[in-house]
């Protein structure tokens, strides 16, 4: 299994706090996603990095922002969460942007 | 209508039984991958495909770029390979636009 955690695995939160998840990876990867996977709309892509410092928007990025400062680490944060931020979070890897992805093993997130 | 569409949403087979599903595109892809989450929820990758077919054990992916269009085969299935199928297409700057899944039961 390729070296990926996230972290927490699990976290309820209030409405209008912030909110930081973290991937870790071990495989020293140039490439980091950060998806959401929501009932009926499959897997969308929030933020991804391809380098340390590095990163772009994605298809669902308003209300987040990611930071890469080594390259083992891309965090994600909810600045204020919203309830429609509730959801399963998902963080990839991949070697180049033309290689298979490998996911970590996500995070449940529930704003109340 | 969504870039990528998946056909079945749902899919009931008795074990042994030889399964098809299917995933059509509208975009230009750079490549077309084929991914397993398991019903514990994690997702792994099963193919990356550009063009013609590949095998993994008892899986088949095919992909014709001219119909926009790909399948994943599965011959004699078996229980465990329950789980959701996803198709994703490989869009410029190494982005992945994913359909929204098949579940599979496979039933003893």
């Known amino acids: 299994d390729a070296g990926i955690t996230q972290s927490p695995r699990h976290k309820v939160t209030e409405t209008g706090t912030p909110v930081t998840l973290r991937c870790h990876q071990t495989?020293?990867?140039?490439?980091m996603y950060w998806y959401r996977q929501d009932p009926g709309h499959g897997l969308r892509l929030i933020h991804y990095?391809?380098?340390?410092?590095?990163?772009d928007k994605g298809e669902v990025s308003d209300g987040y922002s990611v930071s890469r400062s080594k390259t083992e680490d891309f965090l994600l944060t909810l600045e204020s969460a919203t309830s429609s931020q509730t959801s399963v979070y998902f963080c990839?890897?991949?070697?180049?942007?033309?290689?298979?992805?490998?996911f970590g093993a996500g995070t449940r997130l529930s704003v109340l | 209508k969504n870039e990528v569409e998946q056909s079945p949403q749902n899919l009931t087979a008795q074990e042994g039984e030889f399964i098809t599903i299917n995933c059509s595109y509208s975009?230009?892809?750079?490549?077309l991958h084929w991914l397993q989450q398991h019903p514990g929820g994690g997702i792994v990758s099963l193919f990356m495909?550009?063009?013609g077919k590949k095998k993994h054990g008892r899986l088949i992916a095919t992909i014709n770029i001219q119909e926009k269009h790909s399948s994943l085969h599965i011959t004699a299935s078996h229980p465990r390979d329950s789980a959701v199928y996803i198709c994703?297409?490989?869009?410029?700057?190494?982005?992945?636009?994913f359909g929204e899944g098949t579940q599979l039961t496979v039933n003893p």
């Open positions: 990839a890897i991949s070697a180049s942007g033309k290689n298979i992805q490998y």
């Open positions: 495989e020293n990867h140039r490439y």
């Open positions: 990095s391809y380098g340390v410092k590095d990163t």
């Open positions: 975009v230009g892809i750079s490549a």
């Open positions: 495909l550009s063009s």
């Open positions: 994703a297409a490989e869009t410029s700057g190494s982005r992945l636009t």
